[in-house]
């Protein structure tokens, strides 16, 4: 018996059960259809998730704190010069007794001083933010001194509207210790710095009032009497780029192997990545189960279709069919 006799005879009985042909063939559809959506599904979704993750600009980042051992010039050359480290902000925090920009009070005090030999933005939030961080004017140039910058938030919550004005002008930056009994009274401090830009809220400098180190340092000497306060005491906090957000886990060990104490998001992130990992499985296995019960359909159907070709079988078996052709004719169905 030719293949094409095969096929005719099997075309033939699928036309006689035209609705059990239709639902079998419904069924592998479906849960073929499922195991390849799902399988997608799980997929993109994890290849977004990764997406969204990998651009934000802080999980790049580690964030240095002095712990043991302090963080001054000396930690920040020498994180600078750890593999794959492709950027270094070091920054310093104060707080003044009282702001004014332009002679007019601002109720936030807090100040921000960065040190202009290192980043003043760092890469990573440049490519993340995709506009320019400078408003108005310009960010800080390297190895300035004496120059600030504020941020575009920092202005809307001191209520001034126009930000073009602000730049050329100057911020009193006042430092005076309160009274103390049995101690005697120092002299009131102040700094004027020249703004020199504003800088887009899609920064984290643009919630700032940021100037030099070397502004907020002359600040903490007042506060503390300690003089040489950067060589001395040091920075705040130091963040570090890494290259790709991949090499964090590895660049946060080699930093805490110094003594340094650290934050980062790597282990978050590994995280997260073992849950899309595991969805992704669910999905597939869902739609695994879905194509076994489509193929328990087509088992069963074809157990049917045997059963009612009992006698036909028997009929070929007579006229001198094998056994191997009798099997061709039930696959090829």
Known sequence: MKLTDKISISLNDLKKRKLRTFITALSIAIGTMLVIDMFGIGDGMQKLVMRQI???ASLKDVKVYGDKQKINKSAADSFLKLNKVTGVQAELNTEATEVKIDN?????????????????????????ARVKPAVYG????????????????????????????????????????PKAQGVANKKEFSLKVKIVGV????????EKLVTTADIAAKMQEYYTDKQNYLKNEGYSSIFVEGKDFKDVTKLTKGIEAKGYKVQSYAQQTAQIQSLMKIFKIILVIAGIIVLAVACIVVINTNTMAVQEKTKRILNKKALGASTKEKKLIILVQ
């Open 138 to 177: 310009r960010v800080l140039k390297k190895h300035e001194l004496n120059a600030a910058v504020v941020g575009e938030e920092y202005l809307k919550n001191a209520d001034i509207k126009n930000y073009k004005r602000v730049v050329g002008k100057y911020v009193t930056l006042s430092v005076k210790l």
């Open 199 to 206: 800088i887009n809220k899609k920064y984290l400098i643009g």
């Open 104 to 128: 007019r009070k601002i109720d936030d005090k807090s100040i921000s001083g960065i040190d202009t030999d290192y980043d003043v933005i760092l890469k990573a939030e440049k490519d993340a």
């Open 54 to 56: 990998t651009n934000h």
